[in-house]
C-alpha cells in the first residue's frame, strides 16, 4: 500500500521541478523528502524520478503515479469536506486564500467578515501572496482560491486544470501631488509629465513593468522612477511628500486619497484585470468563499 503523504511529496517535487524547491515550499529538509521519495520508489518497485542537470523530471512510471495522487488527493479533500458538513449540519471545512495586497484589503478581508455571518463553520486562512506564487500553491493543494491580477498586455499564463472567474476590472490612474499644475484637470496628458520623477513598485514585478509599459506607450517617454515600494500606501505618502508622480489602480486608492489629485491619462484607459482561481472541482465550503469574494467584489472599483 503506497503512502499518500509521499505520493504528495512526489507531486510536489514534480510541480517545483526541483527537490530544493518542494523542501522549501513544505519546509522540510531535501534529504528528508530524498528518503521518502526513496522508500515510494521501493514500494512501486520501478524508479519515479530521473535527474536532468539540478532538475529531476517523472520517469513514465512517477507520471502514471502522479495523475492518480492528484485524483485521490481530491478524493481526499472532498471526503473531508463532507465530513465536516455532515458534523456541523451546514456547509463546513477549512479554506485558504492567497491575495494579492490591495485585493486581499478590499476584497478578502469583506468576503471573510461575511462569511463570518453566513457560513460560521467554514474556517478561512488567507496570506498575502502574489500571482507567481500562489499558483504553483494553489496546484499543489496549499491553497484552495487565489485571488490574481493580470494588467492589459501582460496576459498570465493560463492553467487548463485550474477554474478561472473575472471578479473586475480596474482602471489605472495618474497620481499627483494636489498642488501640481495638471492637477486641476479631468484627464492629464501624460505627454506632459516626462520630467516628473514617479513612484513604483519593486523592479521584476508586474506593477513595475506595467508602469514603464504605460508612460512608453502613452506618454512616450522613458519614466525617470527614483523610489519603489511594494506597499501602494507608501507610494501614495511619496507622492504626497516628495512631488513624485504614480500609476495606481481602483482598489490600491480605495475610497479616497487625501492630498494627492487622481486622474485618468487623457491618452487611453490602461487597466488590469482582478480574477479569482480555484481547482476544477470546488467544495461546498470552496463554492461559497468564492462566492463571497464576488460579491465583496462588487462595487469595488471607483466610479
Do not use: K
Amino acid at each position: 500500500m503506497m503512502d499518500l503523504h509521499r505520493l504528495r511529496l512526489l507531486r510536489e517535487v514534480h510541480g517545483r521541478g526541483t527537490v530544493h524547491g518542494a523542501a522549501r515550499a513544505l519546509g522540510y529538509s531535501p534529504s528528508a523528502i530524498s528518503q521518502q521519495l526513496a522508500v515510494l520508489e521501493r514500494e512501486a518497485g520501478t524508479p519515479l524520478l530521473e535527474r536532468i542537470g539540478r532538475n529531476v523530471r517523472l520517469t513514465a512510471a512517477g507520471e502514471v503515479l502522479v495523475r492518480h495522487a492528484t485524483a485521490l488527493l481530491e478524493g481526499v479533500e472532498a471526503a473531508e469536506a463532507e465530513l465536516a458538513a455532515v458534523a456541523a449540519g451546514r456547509v463546513a471545512g477549512l479554506v485558504r486564500i492567497g491575495a494579492f495586497q490591495s485585493a486581499f484589503i478590499r476584497v478578502v478581508a469583506p468576503a471573510i467578515r461575511s462569511l463570518a455571518a453566513t457560513h460560521p463553520d467554514i474556517r478561512v486562512q488567507a496570506a498575502e501572496l502574489e500571482v507567481e506564487q500562489a499558483a504553483p500553491a494553489l496546484r499543489m493543494q496549499q491553497l484552495d482560491v487565489m485571488v490574481g491580477d493580470e494588467y492589459d498586455g501582460q496576459p498570465r499564463a493560463v492553467h487548463t486544470d485550474l477554474h478561472r472567474e473575472h471578479l473586475l476590472r480596474e482602471r489605472i490612474s495618474v497620481v499627483l501631488p494636489e498642488d501640481h499644475p495638471l492637477a486641476a484637470s479631468d484627464r492629464v496628458p501624460l505627454r506632459q509629465l516626462s520630467e516628473l520623477p514617479w513612484a513604483a513598485c519593486q523592479q521584476g514585478t508586474g506593477h513595475r513593468e506595467m508602469h514603464v509599459r504605460v508612460c512608453r506607450e502613452l506618454g512616450g517617454f522613458e519614466p525617470d522612477i527614483r523610489y519603489s515600494s511594494d506597499d501602494f500606501r507608501i507610494l501614495l505618502e511619496l507622492v504626497r511628500t516628495t512631488g513624485a508622480g504614480a500609476l495606481l489602480t481602483d482598489l490600491a486608492l480605495g475610497t479616497g486619497a487625501p492630498g494627492v489629485a487622481v486622474r485618468l491619462p487623457a491618452e487611453g484607459d490602461p487597466g488590469r484585470a482582478v480574477f479569482l482561481l480555484t481547482r476544477r472541482t470546488r467544495t461546498p465550503a470552496v463554492a461559497a468563499v468564492a462566492d463571497a469574494l464576488a460579491a465583496a467584489a462588487t462595487g469595488q472599483t471607483r466610479s
